[in-house]
């Protein structure tokens, strides 16, 4: 199916460790987005890719890492696991050109 | 630094009240303004773009404006349906089309 798709929907982890969620799109758009969705904050920009190998930061990198070897895949991995990384994560997609974006369903990370 | 505000925070409407959203917005440089629309959940699901002062856009019960410094989301005899929080983000000029939203406006449609 056409679409944007992120992996997992929810995910436990402990303080400390690496976790990777996934980010994969069909529709070859040039640009991809990962957001932090947090009471209080609304969304806030972790990293942006405007093609593939081609990365810059946000709002809010720090303890994030990406990458962008393929245009339709953009993995966020959190290095080394905090508490305030506890969020709900969402991935977007956009050909660029002042083009409307399109978000995944979202990952919901919990950090014990 | 770019900034984007939505008032009120909350809203609460009993079926068939109109009312508006408003979004403030500080960019330097206006390319674009978004409107989407957040269930409980989900990821936000695009509504509008409008991209200069003056235009207007509508779909169904939902009408956006655009003025030079804020832009209104005009709800006419919603519907408990329409209960939803409302996001409104910017796309500057300068950068790579990244949105910078605001925090949202939660609606309720109480039947």
């Known amino acids: 199916d056409a679409g944007i798709t992120q992996s997992p929907r929810y995910k436990i982890t402990e303080t400390g460790r690496q976790v990777t969620l996934m980010c994969h799109q069909t529709w070859s758009h040039s640009y991809m987005f990962w957001y932090r969705q947090d009471l209080g904050h609304g969304l806030r920009l972790i990293y942006y890719s405007a093609a593939a190998d081609i990365t810059d930061k946000g709002e809010v990198p720090d303890g994030y890492v990406v990458s962008r070897s393929k245009t339709e895949n953009f993995p966020l991995t959190l290095e080394s696991a905090t508490r305030s990384q506890t969020s709900v994560y969402f991935c977007?997609?956009?050909?660029?050109?002042?083009?409307?974006?399109?978000f995944g369903q979202g990952t919901r990370l919990t950090v014990v | 630094e770019d900034q984007v505000t939505q008032s009120p925070e909350a809203l609460r409407l009993q079926e068939g009240e109109s009312s508006s959203l408003n979004c403030s917005y500080t960019v330097s440089g206006l390319r674009g303004l978004f409107w989407y629309r957040q269930d409980p959940g989900k990821g936000p699901e695009f509504l509008f773009t409008?991209?200069?002062a003056g235009e207007e856009k509508e779909k169904e019960r939902l009408k956006a404006t655009l003025t030079k410094k804020e832009s209104f989301l005009h709800i006419t005899a919603p519907k408990p349906e329409d209960s939803a929080t409302y996001l409104c983000?910017?796309?500057?000029?300068?950068?790579?089309?990244?949105?910078?939203f605001g925090k949202g406006t939660k609606l309720s449609v109480i039947p």
């Open positions: 983000a910017v796309t500057p000029e300068a950068g790579s089309y990244q949105l910078t």
């Open positions: 409008l991209y200069s």
């Open positions: 977007a997609s956009n050909q660029g050109k002042n083009t409307e974006a399109f």
